[in-house]
């Protein structure tokens, strides 16, 4: 494995003017933080990676402890609920978990509204979210929403709900995706979307807890 500094991925991320013509970069640009590595998170074995889906407009981020995160209070929650964290905090979370974005941009609807990002970005992006797991060597990647999932699956389209609580097969993942050598698991995205009950998502996250003890 060649051995990848943070801060040159860092770097790296910040310097892509990749989406710049799709409509994201010029937000990061603009707003600076937008990656788990501005807020120190520091890169090393994770048990599983979260994978959310790009960073939001506003300064709210998951690991902003200075905003109020839904994604963080729900997924948190959800966590303690299911007995992968005893508590709530994002400090015990770090300690083996590890959440990050498929895309690094944001993308804008209106002033406030985020925007799904477009495929293209997810291809643009993948490069880092590959080199993320890569390094941090998790037993599971967990893709929480459609979006996230998409980075992975070679089949375009697909419904969450015959993915969601499961094992993603490895004929349905991509090569560079397969060579990763961790087991993709799908769950719904933490925040109150699409009518999906929190108790589906608790289940979920317990279904995950099974996994990592095998
Ligand atoms: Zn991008």
């Not at 929650?77 to 005893?86: E, H, T």
Request: proline share 5%.
């Amino acid at each position: 494995m060649i051995f990848m500094q943070e801060s040159q991925l860092i770097e790296e991320i910040h310097n892509c003017k990749r989406c710049e013509s799709i409509g994201g970069r010029k937000y990061v640009l603009l707003e600076g933080k937008k990656t788990p590595l501005d807020f120190g998170v520091s890169l090393k074995q994770f048990k599983i990676i979260f994978v959310v889906e790009s960073p939001p407009v506003s300064g709210v981020y998951f690991w902003n402890l200075e905003s109020k995160s839904r994604v963080r209070k729900r997924l948190l929650n959800q966590l303690v609920k299911a007995g992968l964290m005893k508590n709530q905090s994002l400090e015990e979370f770090k300690e083996e978990y590890y959440c990050t974005d498929a895309v690094k941009c944001p993308f804008q609807e209106n002033k406030n509204q985020n925007a799904n990002p477009p495929m293209k970005a997810l291809e643009n992006c993948r490069r880092f979210i590959l080199r993320e797991i890569q390094y941090c060597e998790p037993k599971i990647v967990c893709t929480l929403g459609k979006t996230p999932l998409k980075a992975f699956l070679k089949v375009k389209r697909f419904r969450l709900e015959d993915f969601a609580g499961k094992i993603v097969e490895e004929s349905y993942l991509r090569e560079d995706a397969k060579n990763l050598r961790c087991q993709f698991f799908s769950s719904w995205f933490p925040t109150p979307r699409a009518g999906i009950p929190e108790n589906d998502k608790v289940q979920n996250m317990k279904i995950l807890k099974d996994i990592l003890k095998k």
